[in-house]
């Protein structure tokens, strides 16, 4: 009978996304308990090896996370847990050569690390997943990353994206969930797709429909929870993937590849 948190995880059973080869050992570093689930996250280790390549092995790993210098800030908090999991949104800080990430879905659904500038790197996007009363008549709201804001401005509800500060933990800015601003699919078979947000379609009992058009014209529907606002208008927020969320068919990625061929 299993007693406590799993341990373990097999390579071959590791998600998709983290994008591990088949034939490189029988185990993957299993994500630690945190603010992401696990199929949902990219444990720091293979930030490290696999993304980044400044580690050849868990040794290494340990060696850069453990030092004295802080080497290693997620959404501006030292992090020494080389399991921790990074998810959507997070940003990621390596002082002692200034470069900052924030982990984003390509148009495969696979995490990217996307370079950011130093401004950009001082807050978050977080999509409100709750809102409720607590004790003592308190009102608050829950994010996606597992954050309780208490006293939310009364304005913010649920599925809207707030712009969280990381150096004060404060709420900067909202944008709501309505036609016409811009989002990323984050989950279902459009994940990483980025676009227009033009009608929601209710479904008592069952789930809403959201339908997308993207920068191509393409339209496409999603379930509403895998929906991620990310600005106000056709203006994001964020620095986009560099594919900017589009996706392509193969005739499409031909095209444009023979376009850059011939501008060489």
Known sequence: MARGPKKHLKRIAAPKSWM???????????????????????PLSIVLRKRLTYALNGREVTMIV??????????GKVRRDTRFPCGLMDVINIEKTGERYRILYDTKG???LRNIKKEEANFKLCKIVKKQVGPNKIPYIVTHDARTIRFPHPDIHVNDTVKLDLNTHKIVDWCHFENGNICQIVGGNNIGRVGIITHRERHLGGFDIVHVKDANGKDFATRIGNIFVLGKGKKSWITLPQD??????????FKQHEVGTKAE
């Open 110 to 112: 696979r995490f990217i």
């Open 66 to 75: 453990m030092d004295k210098e802080n080497q290693i800030k997620i959404d």
């Open 20 to 42: 591990l080869s088949k034939v490189g050992g029988v185990y993957a570093t299993r994500s630690s308990q945190g603010p992401h689930k696990l199929r949902e996250s990219l």
């Open 244 to 253: 900017q969320g589009l996706w392509l068919t193969n005739l499409e990625k």
